[in-house]
């Protein structure tokens, strides 16, 4: 798994058992799936369509630095699996696993639609494809 991105957990991000709340991480990764996909896909216009089951191994206190990791599991015709792990990076102890995030593709009337796309493709790929031609 690639880790992404990384955040520190600072005291407006705790519940009151001053760990790190589940709701703020769930959005740091719905937002993190939003992104990988959108560049995945060269789309804009996506959407989260479901989240499995979200296990939540341990948690991360204030002062922590977690990394969020993301993968793809599936390339469906009108969108885009991926696995979630997240991690303390000091410790690599796992705070959270989810096995399945379907990201939906959508076009201007915000309808599912096709995106063509069967396999992982990193921007620097894209970029060196255009300068060749």
Not at 59 to 88: H, Q
Not at 111 to 131: F, S, W
């Amino acid at each position: 798994m690639k880790f992404h991105t990384r955040k520190w957990v600072k005291p407006e991000d705790l519940n009151p058992n001053g760990t790190l709340f589940g709701g703020r991480l769930l959005s740091w990764i719905d937002e993190e799936a939003a992104l990988y996909t959108i560049i995945q896909l060269e789309n804009n216009r996506v959407v989260t369509k479901r989240i499995s089951q979200v296990d939540f191994k341990s948690s991360a206190k204030e002062g922590d630095i977690i990394e969020i990791g993301i993968e793809v599991v599936k390339f469906g015709m009108a969108s885009l699996t991926l696995a979630c792990e997240v991690r303390n990076i000091m410790t690599q102890e796992i705070i959270l696993t989810i096995s399945n995030i379907l990201m939906a593709n959508l076009d201007s009337e915000g309808k599912p639609c096709p995106h063509g796309k069967t396999k992982i493709e990193y921007v620097q790929d894209r970029l060196a494809k255009k300068n060749l031609t």
